[in-house]
């Protein structure tokens, strides 16, 4: 059960449910074009079971009964994202096909009292772009403000809210340095441009937006709370530096117009030239910030190449992902995001969830941790509205059990079970537990 009640949060606090394109549509329909994320899961060793979002969910065909459980869950709103390769196949030419799914789409949240909130990039890059650089090359701005007038003029008219990128160190940083996510690269040049690139992009972005006189445009940002291995000057300077490139950096940039100077001194070097003169972009005003927040990191410090550190595990309990539950990094988040970046600009936690080893007996999956960790988080989103953050809604990650990029279909995520072989969706504990809560 949750322990909390609507009445706990401010009125209007708004709850919702998120999900991402990729990660349910199902790519395979409706004209969609290639995408760089079929490529990365073509590629062995990237993917597990080299799986990759060809059906997903077939949330494509499913979405009025996907949408139903949001409505009977008492939900207020629904954070989707609009594929750019289901849009514009080869990243510049629109698919009437993909503007039209969208725009059912949007129609049947408003028929169903569920406020549209739009994200407008959530990884799916057109291959096509990807040919071309993809967010190693600076065009990725025009490119990107391109798809959001395409996508905005259809839709945006009756958006509640709208985010231009989801997760920029996500895009940048665990893409193109680490390998982890696509395109797979592991290059230091490539991470600078494509660090400066995203944060172009949304400020091109926002700016086409406000041109269309289009409003309530915001960002959303994923961050991890950065802790030191111990005392030592050199694992707190790790941490630091962790904290400086992870959860600093893009919302520094959208918010002061400034990058943090450690990350400056490691790779300026690869930034492209003249990138000071991008801020007035970059940091254009925005109506709202997004905070997706899921766990911590400890950072030990190494003889390697920069960033000289490393994350090594902690003692907390872990979720399916391998994962601390650590909700006091929630809090400590949105109370420093507003002190440091944002101000009164209203926060929103627009990700927050776990994986779980779920198993459904008789129907019924019975996702107790998963409800535990709900619990713990809405507990630490109270404490910061306790403490004057202006923090206007919650939206749970996620929806449906879904393709978890690199992992597969193998992490669940869902407060709905999906049999990826019926594709018949579930309701699990969680689902009940916040229609409970919610009232509906
Ligand atoms: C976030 C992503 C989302 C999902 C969750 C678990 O980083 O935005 O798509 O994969 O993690």
Same mark, same amino acid.
């Given at each position: 059960m949750l322990i909390h009640k609507r009445s706990d949060f401010p009125k209007g606090f708004v709850f919702g449910a998120a999900t991402s394109a990729y990660q349910i549509e199902g790519h395979k329909h409706g004209g969609a074009g290639r995408a760089m994320w079929d490529d990365f899961a073509a590629t062995p060793g990237n993917v597990i079971r080299a799986e990759d979002g060809a059906t997903a969910c077939d949330h494509y065909h499913h979405y009025p009964a996907d949408l139903d459980l949001l409505k009977e869950g008492g939900f207020d709103a629904y954070r989707f994202s609009t594929s750019w390769a289901r849009v514009m196949p080869d990243g510049r030419t629109v698919n009437p096909e993909g503007l039209d799914f969208y725009d059912r789409l949007t129609d049947a949240m408003l028929e169903r009292g569920l406020k549209p909130c739009a994200t407008l990039y959530h990884w799916e890059l057109p291959s096509a772009l990807a040919d071309r650089g993809g967010w190693r090359n600076r065009d990725i701005a025009g490119w990107f403000g391109d798809f959001t007038e395409i996508i905005m003029g259809r839709i945006g008219d009756r958006m509640h809210s709208v985010a231009t990128i989801n997760e920029f160190w996500c895009v940048a940083f665990l893409s193109h340095f680490l390998g982890h996510h696509a395109p797979g690269l592991r290059d230091i040049r490539a991470t600078a441009r494509a660090m400066h690139h995203v944060l172009l992009a949304h400020g091109t972005s926002i700016e086409r937006m406000r041109g269309m006189g289009l409003g309530n445009l915001g960002a959303v940002f994923n961050m991890e709370w950065a802790m030191p291995a111990d005392d030592s000057p050199e694992a707190v300077e790790a941490a630091a530096l962790y904290d400086d490139y992870y959860n600093r950096f893009y919302i520094s940039g959208a918010f002061k117009g400034t990058y943090p100077a450690r990350v400056v001194e490691a790779l300026g070097q690869h930034f492209? /030239?003249?990138?000071? $003169? $991008?801020f007035g972009t970059i940091s254009a005003p925005l109506d709202w910030a997004g905070v997706n927040y899921y766990t911590r990191s400890i950072l030990a410090p190494n003889d390697g190449p920069w960033p000289h550190h490393h994350s090594v595990e902690g003692p907390l309990p872990k979720t399916q992902m391998g994962w601390e539950v650590y909700p006091k990094g929630l809090r400590d988040f949105l109370v420093r995001t507003a002190a440091e970046?944002?101000? $009164?600009v209203p926060l929103w936690v627009t990700e927050n969830g776990m994986a779980n080893a779920d198993t459904m007996t008789d129907g019924v999956v019975q996702d107790e941790a998963r409800i535990d960790y709900f619990n713990a988080h809405l507990g630490a989103v109270r404490d910061a509205i306790a403490k004057g953050v202006p923090v206007k809604g919650y939206m749970a990650w996620s929806l449906l059990d879904n393709y978890e990029w690199a992992l597969g279909y193998e992490k669940r995520f869902g407060m709905v079970h999906v $049999?990826? /072989?019926?594709l018949a969706r579930t309701p699990k504990a969680s689902w009940h537990a916040f229609r409970e809560m919610l009232g509906a």
């Open positions: 492209p /030239d003249r990138w000071q $003169d $991008d970046y944002t101000g $009164d $049999d990826f /072989d019926t």
